[in-house]
Every structure is written in C-alpha cells, then in structure tokens.
C-alpha cells in the first residue's frame, strides 16, 4: 500500500502500531459466549471475570447516554429521591438490553467502594447524591427455569416466578409471604408484594427473557408455575406495587420485534406484556449508533497510547477529504466528521454506517453482538496478514478469509461464496486479474477495495425487507477506498472498468453518473449482454435513427419547420422560418469547421438540383466532435437495453422478474440519459449571414448553446433573439433605416411592401424575421407617425391611391407602398394646396320642411374611383332637425379591407355613438367573369357565404 508523505512531515503510523487489540482477539480466541452476557449466570457466580466483578466490568463498559440516564433513575430510586419505578428495555436483537441489565446488577449489589466502579462517580453527582446505597437484587430470567418444572433453593420448592423473586430478595423468611401463591400458582395481590418489597428495601429486581417464559404456558391450563393469566396478573401486581415503595425498582426487558418474539403464542404475550408495563414503565433505548463506535473500540482494542499519531492520521484524512471535495459525501467537509474519525478510530467510520445502518436491517443480525464477533475475525485476520492501512476500512474487510468471510454471508441467502470468489476478493476473481494488468490499480489494489466496499454496503439489500435505494453511490464507494497520498480519480476509475467487466455488479444507470448506485447480486447482470448487443447496430440507419428520435423530443422550438437529417432537396424553398439539423457525420469544431460549412453553402445555394432562392429562411444545428463519442456510445446502449426488454416481452429471452425490472429500469436511464447527451452534443447554431450587398460570397458564424439549460429550443431562441439571428419584433426605425439603404434612392421614393419583404426571405443581408406579420406591426406601427414613412396602394402618373401620411390603418397587401418620409410630406402638401375652400352652410329662413335626396342605402359595388359619396340635405331652418342619412361608396377591390376599415371607423361608429339611431348596412358585392368562374372560386366563395351567413350568395 502506498501513502505520500508531505515533505518535512513524519510518515504516519498504520492502525496496527496505534491501536492494538485484546489478547484473544490477536489470539484468535475471541468467542460469541465472552461477550453474550448472561443475567443469571452473574447472579450466580458463574460468570466470567469481566462480566462477574463490577470493577472489571465498568472498566471495559462504555457507559452510553441511555445507560447513563438509568443508572441515574437507579441511583434516585434507591436513595429515595426520585426517580421511575419502572423501568423497559426495549431494543432491536443484540442492541445491549443485558448489558444493560448488569450494569444495573453491578451498581446495586456492588461489594465495592462507588470510586472503583469506572464512570459511576460522575453519575452519581449529576444525580445529586453523594452516595448510592447497596440493594438487594432479584433476578428472574425467564430461560432458567421451565413454568412446569419446580426447582430447588436450598430445601425450599420453588415453583413461581414470585416465589423465586421472594427467596433472592429475603430467603426462607421471605417467601413465607408468598408461599400459598407459589403453591397454588395463582398471583400474589398487590398488597403482599408491597410488603415484600417494603421489607427489603433498597431493592431491585431485573426481569429477562419474560416472554420466553409466558409464551410456555399452555392455552385455559394451569401448571405448577401458574397459568398463562396468573402470571400476566403477577406482572401487573408487581408494576403497581413498586409505585408505592419509594426505594424499590423494576428494570425488565422486552423483545423489540415479533421475530424475537418467536411463535404466534409469544407473539400474544409481547403484546400483553406491553399492555401491562405501559401502563407504569419508562422506555429507555440504550444504545445509539454514534456510541456504538466506543463500545467497539474499548471491547476489541487496548487503549489508545499515541493519541498524537491517532489524532496525525484522522486529521490527514479529515484534509483529503476536504481537498477530494464533491468527490465524496457532503458530511466529510464538516468538522465534525474529523471528530468521528478520531471516535472510532482505529476503524472507519464508514464501516460503522454500514454494519449499524445496512447489516442491523438483516434479521438475526445482532446489533452489539454481531459487530463485535465480525470486526474481531476482520481485526485477527488483518494483524496476521500484517495489514498496512492506516484504518480498518470497508475496502480493508479480508473476504478473501473464510472465517471473515463467513460471518458475513452466514445471514445472507446461499450463493454468495460465488460472488465474492469471482468478482470481489479472491485469487481467481476478476478485480484480481484486473490489478494484475493494470499496475496503477495494484499498487493500492483499488479494484479488489472497491469491490469489497460495494458488497459490505449493497449486500444488506439482498434479504433486507426495505430497503430506501439499493447500493452505494460513487461518492460512498471513494469514500471506502480512499487514504490520504492516494487521488480519488484512480478508484473512479477502477470502478468505471468494474462495471464493464463484473458479472455480478450492477448499476442504477450510467456508471459515469455521480448519482448513480453500484451494487452486487448473486443473479449475474445483464450488462455483459448489453455490451455484447450495443456493437451490432448500424450507424447509419439504427443509431442515426435513434439520435433522430431523440432530437424530435428535444429540439421543438420557434421554427416552423424543424428537419433531421433532411437532405437540402428535401427541405422546402419557402417563406417559412426552418432549422436544419445536420447528421452526426457533419459535425463542427472551432478548429475544424470545413466540413460542417460546406454543407451549409450547400444548403443555402441548391433546393436538390435547383437553385434555392430563399436562403435566408435557414439555420443549421450541428453537432461537437468532441462529444460525438459519447452520444454514439449513449445511443447504443439505449438500443441494446431496448432490444433486450423486447426480447424479454417476446419471450425471445428468459430472466427472472428482477432482472427483467433491472432491465427496464437500465432502458429508462438509458433513454432518459439520451436527450441529455444530445444536448450536450447538438451544441452550435451555424448562421449563414452578409454584411453588404456588395459581399463576394456569404459567411457562416456559429453560435455556442449553453447545454447546461432547458430544452435545445428554448435555448436557440434565446441565441437567436440575443443575436438578432431571428426578429421577432421590429422597430419601424430599423425599418425605415433598411429602406433608406437600399430602396429609397436613385429617384425612387416609394418601396413595395411585398417586394421587401419577399427580399428578406432571399438575400442573406437582410433581417431574417420571424414571420411576415413581424413586418406589417412595424408597418402599422411606422404607419401612424410621419417619422417613418407614408403609404399608399398604387401610384398612376405620379399619384398615389390611398395615400395616408400618418393617419395609421396601413393594411399589409401585395399593393401597399412605402414612401419616403420627405417625399410623403411634399406629396401631402400639394394635395392640400390644390383642395377646394370648404363651403359654409346658409342659413334657411323658409318654415317649410327640408327635402332630403335618398339613394340606395349603403350601395357598394366593384369597381369605381374610390371616392365616397355623401347625399346631404338642403339648408334647413335652425329650428329643424335632421333625421335621416343615407351614404354609398364605390371600393376598389384592391383596397377593399383598408377602406371598409376606414368607413367603419370614422362612419359607422359614429352613427352608433348615439343610442337612439337605428343605423342598418347593406353590402352589395357584384363580380363578373367573361370566360367563366373557375370551380375552385364558385366553391370557395359558396362555402365562405354560407359560413359568412349571406342572405343572398347568387351564381349566374
């Protein structure tokens, strides 16, 4: 193993010269039954030294927070001053709950001074005592004894749980008091055990392994050691007696889950049992995780004599995390993981989460008791190895140990040993044979701890009942792996080339993806087949099609065409607005742009074997050559996942269900991890574009997307509204501006409005607009001020139709013109000098009525001069009201909209304006064809004045 130094620092120390474990862990003599503590074999001498006297024990018991604060209750309790009567223990298999119980054992029935016992004196004065009284101690474990069986104490026949309570609290004298119960097996009431208990007070008594002794009980019979009933009755007597006696305790333990519980008959009695110490008890918890860290460490190792080379190793670790960065977990840049490092060190944090957060999941895993037997064959193993790490790491785990390796998959189901021989850590497996090829992986057998590291975190979720996310991600997987000296980029990666070549390893998506999990099986993955079918497909036809899909979902944008790898005969020579997406072979590079450039002149000069006219209604999307690799290899790997879950519904291919929903799943990552590749590889935007007329030849400019966006046409739109590509609002400034340039000039004062803007579709130096509504709103817009132009609907012998100069109400047609403003206001101003004077009314004196001339009410035909008629009455006296008006027109059809317009601005609104005028239009439409309508007319104009809802539509 290789570790750099800093110059001028000292080398540091690995674990094993830091921290060194007990005797019979290096001894390898490290048995279950040391450390499975025993309630009655304490109470009766036949401990062990560590767990039989109370000083050895509190020397290598780490008191954590929940037992601190029982052996407070405790310590109130006795002195009688506080404190629960009752107390339940209540934690998973292995989570401490006898332990507990003896250190409660120890501190009431010590034969010692408090000063001997490690950390007691400390509790006693956050207590508030100065001194904790001795006590008598009762214990009743419910595996010693069988309900129908009696037993013997001393001469006395004992039958009952009570009866053997009372012998351990006062002997002989004692169970006088509850003789006649134990012999008939019925419960003692309250008031006797208050008795009882009153008598030999300071006193404790520990219940273990209750339901264990319960659930014996056959169903409606009674036995020597009472009935099933009889015995709940003495639980709940008990519970209420201890409230009255203010220096007597209870402390019993529960089984957490029904599994504990054992059959559906120790299922009843938890659940009784529960009922009956609800209804006084206090629930402690006692061991959490954080503290697990100590309990380990103190149990497996002597203490710690270098804290300056302990503190030197966590310290380099805490940096190199903190310099890895977002490399690794975010709870590594805190502080207080170095804090973490230095509590559980010689082990890694990491392999506490793992076995307290994974492996307690397992049924029958043991929470205090598991990790204690797994870590000492680890820590016997690595000392005879003469492991070099400078902490015990989940990469450091020796699966290539039998008896390491067998304590792990004793709880897991069969099949394992296969997967750890091929894939993880063996002579023969593959990360193995990897290192050996690769010398930059062997020198820090980064393969083989990556593999180990997956296992110890992903194993777990194999029998686990529920499981949040399967496996470990990248950063976990580092975080295993890595010790300081040593780059995360090198386990990244070895990790990277696992998953091509492991058959057991699974991922939940594209192994290059930071959130993607990595996890072991023992089904072999599907991976290997999807790398042998992702090299079968055709780039030109199935990956090309594939990309082609994936541009469809992701392109949709303001164009209004959008054509994939569409060949330039095929794209239509029209006004409308399109974007052409260049295949993956025509790709664009800043420092190679030849081929994807000459494409695009290709594009814009030939509509297939005719010349294209409108070239300035394109843009091209090209693809990076840089990410071209990936896309391709991104969109095989999307057809091969596809192709197998095909064959899995066709039943061409026969898998398990988990595997058929890994393959599913690796199609959906597949599929939802293309569009994003094509956005990173469909990158620039080309522009063909000339800055004058007088250019020799046109340019292209290509514009960078920013792929870390939303879609690719959200972003095209933004390219092309920030560079004025495409104008979708125009001022009329810029309007008149481009006028001025290029058409007001040699004697020409007017410009058609058509003409223009055909000329914006075909010439490159031209704006490109969005649509040809974007040029009539500037139009409009320009139309109502004598800023920009005049308009006009024709020009015959040097006068304009139409003529408007300000007055807004342009109508974009394919007559509109557009003047110079100059030449707008010297036009306006002959016409007003040539007006006749306005006649003023005279004044009638007659008191005769007034005649009024009526003609056709609103008579309009085609054809005519466009001048509007008005028939006006003669002079009227003043007392006199006119009533009646009558109006016609004749419209020429060129201008038929603009001037219907007008007249229903300025006329009819104004008759409408008064609310007692009844004001009735008649349209009056007459068209004559000397060779004949044409079908499609008669046709069209039918259908469209039956919808109009004409009240006559005539054909002759």
């Not at 009674?222 to 099933?228: T, V």
């Not at 059809?893 to 007249?903: D, E, F, G, H, S």
């Amino acid at each position: 193993m290789i570790f750099l130094v800093e110059k001028g620092k000292p080398a540091m120390k690995p674990w094993r010269e830091v921290a060194v474990p007990h005797r019979d862990v290096l001894e390898g003599t490290f048995q279950q039954s040391e450390f499975a503590a025993d309630i009655t074999a304490v109470s009766t001498g036949r401990a062990s030294r560590e767990y039989q006297d109370a000083s050895a024990f509190f020397d290598r018991t780490f008191i954590t927070d929940g037992m601190a604060m029982l052996l407070m209750q405790v310590a109130q309790r006795l002195a009688g001053r506080g404190g629960d009567p009752v107390v339940q223990l209540q934690t998973a298999f292995g989570g401490g709950k006898t332990h507990t119980m003896l250190a409660v054992y120890h501190l009431a029935s010590r034969k010692c001074a408090l000063s001997d016992l490690a950390g007691i004196p400390a509790l006693v004065d956050r207590a508030g005592l100065m001194d904790v009284p001795q006590a008598r101690v009762a214990v009743l474990d419910g595996t010693a004894h069988a309900p129908g069986q009696p037993w013997k104490r001393g001469s006395q026949t004992i039958k009952t749980l009570w009866g053997e309570m009372a012998w351990q609290l006062g002997g002989a004298e004692a169970f006088t008091l509850v003789a006649e119960a134990d012999a008939t097996g019925t419960s003692p009431g309250k008031d006797v055990l208050r008795d009882l208990l009153e008598r030999h007070a300071p006193c404790v008594v520990l219940i273990d392994e209750l339901v264990a002794y319960i659930r014996q009980f056959p169903e409606s019979q009674a036995i020597s050691g009472g009935s099933y009933d009889s015995n709940l009755s003495f639980v709940q007597a008990l519970t209420e007696a201890v409230k009255l006696v203010p220096r007597a305790f209870v402390l019993a333990s529960l089984p957490e889950s029904d599994l504990e519980a054992g059959s559906q008959r120790g299922v009843a009695s938890l659940r009784s049992l529960e009922k009956t110490f609800g209804r006084v008890q206090a629930l402690w918890k006692p061991v959490a995780t954080e503290e697990a860290f100590e309990i380990v460490r103190r149990r497996l190792f002597e203490p710690v004599r270098d804290e300056k080379a302990r503190e030197a190793v966590c310290r380099a670790f805490a940096d190199a995390y903190i310099a890895e960065g977002v490399k690794l977990p975010a709870d590594t840049q805190e502080r207080r993981y170095f804090e973490r490092l230095l509590h559980a060190y010689p082990i890694h944090p990491e392999v506490f989460d793992r076995l307290y957060e994974d492996w307690t999941t397992i049924e029958g895993f043991q929470r205090t008791r598991g990790v204690l037997k797994l870590m000492a064959k680890v820590i016997y193993r690595l000392w005879k190895d003469d492991n070099k790490d400078l902490l015990i790491m989940p990469g450091s785990l020796p699966l290539h140990d039998s008896s390491s390796r067998n304590e792990l998959t004793y709880y897991l189901p069969a099949g394992w040993d296969a997967v750890i021989e091929r894939d993880i850590d063996s002579d023969r497996a593959e990360t193995t044979a990897l290192e050996s090829k690769e010398p930059r992986f062997g020198q820090v057998a980064a393969a083989r701890r990556i593999a180990r590291t997956i296992f110890l975190g992903s194993a777990p979720s194999s029998v686990a009942s529920k499981v949040a996310a399967r496996g470990l991600d990248r950063a976990h997987i580092v975080l295993g792996c890595l010790q300081p000296g040593q780059a995360a980029s090198i386990y990244a990666d070895a990790l990277g080339r696992l998953a091509d070549r492991l058959h057991y390893l699974n991922a939940s998506g594209e192994k290059s993806q930071d959130a993607t999990r990595f996890w072991f099986d023992t089904r072999a993955n599907l991976r290997r087949e999807m790398e042998d079918r992702k090299r079968r497909f055709d780039d030109r036809t199935e990956v090309r099609g594939k990309i082609a899909d994936a541009l469809k979902k992701t392109v949709g944008s303001v164009f209004d065409g959008v054509h994939i790898f569409t060949p330039n005969g095929d794209v239509p020579d029209d006004s409308a607005l399109r974007l052409v997406v260049l295949p993956p072979d025509v790709w664009y590079a800043r420092e190679e742009h030849r081929l994807a450039f000459d494409v695009v002149f290709e594009a814009i000069g030939k509509n297939g074997a005719k010349p294209r006219y409108r070239s300035n209604r394109l843009l091209f999307l090209a693809p990076d050559h840089g990410a071209l690799s990936r896309l391709n290899d991104a969109t095989r790997v999307a057809l091969a996942w596809g192709s197998i879950v095909d064959d899995i519904k066709e039943s061409r291919l026969t898998i398990d269900n988990l595997q058929q929903k890994q393959a599913e799943k690796e199609l959906k990552s597949a599929e939802d991890a293309l569009p994003r590749v094509v956005r990173e590889c469909y990158k620039w935007l080309l522009c063909p574009m000339m800055d004058a007329p007088t250019d020799p030849k046109p340019a292209i400019e290509a514009f960078a997307l920013n792929t870390a966006g939303g879609s690719i046409g959200g972003e095209i739109e933004r390219v092309c509204t920030d560079n004025e590509l495409v104008i979708a609002t125009w001022s009329p400034i810029h309007l008149r501006t481009k006028l001025k340039e290029l058409y007001w000039k040699s004697g020409q004062s007017a410009a058609n409005a058509a003409s223009f803007f055909e000329d914006t579709l075909r010439y490159l130096y031209m704006p490109r607009l969005k649509a040809k509504d974007v040029l009539a709103q500037a139009i409009r817009v320009g139309a109502a001020s004598k800023d920009f132009f005049g308009t006009a609907y024709g020009e015959t012998d040097g006068k304009f139709e139409g003529f408007s100069f300000g007055g807004g109400n342009a109508v974009f047609d394919d007559t509109l013109l557009l003047i110079e403003p100059q030449a707008a206001q010297a036009y306006e101003d002959a016409i007003r000098s040539t007006a006749t004077p306005a006649i003023e009314p005279a004044t009638a004196t007659a008191t005769t009525a007034s005649v009024v001339a009526e003609r056709p009410s609103g008579d309009i035909s085609n054809g005519g001069s466009g001048t509007a008629e008005v028939a006006t009455s003669p002079s009227t006296p003043s007392t006199a009201k006119l009533k009646t008006f009558y109006g016609s027109a004749d419209i020429p059809p060129a201008t038929a909209k603009m001037r219907l317009v007008q007249i229903a601005e300025e006329i009819v609104s104004v008759l409408t304006s008064d609310p007692n005028a009844t004001v009735r239009l008649v349209l009056e439409i007459s068209a004559e064809f000397p060779d004949g309508a044409g079908d499609n007319v008669r046709r069209a104009v039918s259908e469209n004045a039956r919808s109009l809802g004409l009240k006559s539509a005539d054909w002759e």
